[in-house]
């Protein structure tokens, strides 16, 4: 089984930053693509960011230039560096990422609990 475990959810004005991080652990082979998603309250849940075990990203428009992802493989950790905050950041961000456990085994999509931002205008 493998825990996604995220901090650093907060209340921040606009124009603020925050620096999500999310730590995987478990039993775990390799991680492959780690992301973030975000949920606002009455809406579905949302890409914000998403980087491979290559190290190569993608990011949601209404956020490149404000949010980088980036990843320790020594600590099985992403983050996600929010700059520039808008009220329409704030959401329940998730944490995501495609474990495989053992070695010649599929991987497996694991979700965090959630960590809330809240931005105020």
């Known amino acids: 089984q493998v825990q996604l475990v995220e901090s650093g959810g907060a209340l921040v004005q606009a124009g603020g930053s925050l620096r999500l991080s999310c730590a995987a652990s478990?039993?775990?082979?390799?991680?492959?693509?780690m992301g973030w998603y975000r949920q606002a309250p009455g809406n579905q849940r949302e890409l914000v960011a998403r980087?491979?075990?290559?190290?190569?990203?993608n990011y949601a428009a209404s956020v490149k230039g404000r949010f980088t992802i980036s990843r320790d493989n020594a600590k099985n950790t992403v983050y996600l560096q929010m700059n520039s905050l808008k009220p329409e950041d704030t959401a329940v961000y998730y944490c995501?990422?495609?474990?495989?456990?053992?070695?010649?085994?599929?991987?497996?999509?694991?979700w965090g609990q959630g960590t809330q931002v809240t931005v105020s205008s």
């Open positions: 995501n990422a495609n474990v495989i456990a053992r070695i010649y085994t599929p991987g497996q999509d694991y």
């Open positions: 478990g039993s775990i082979f390799r991680i492959n693509a």
């Open positions: 980087i491979d075990n290559g190290a190569r990203t």
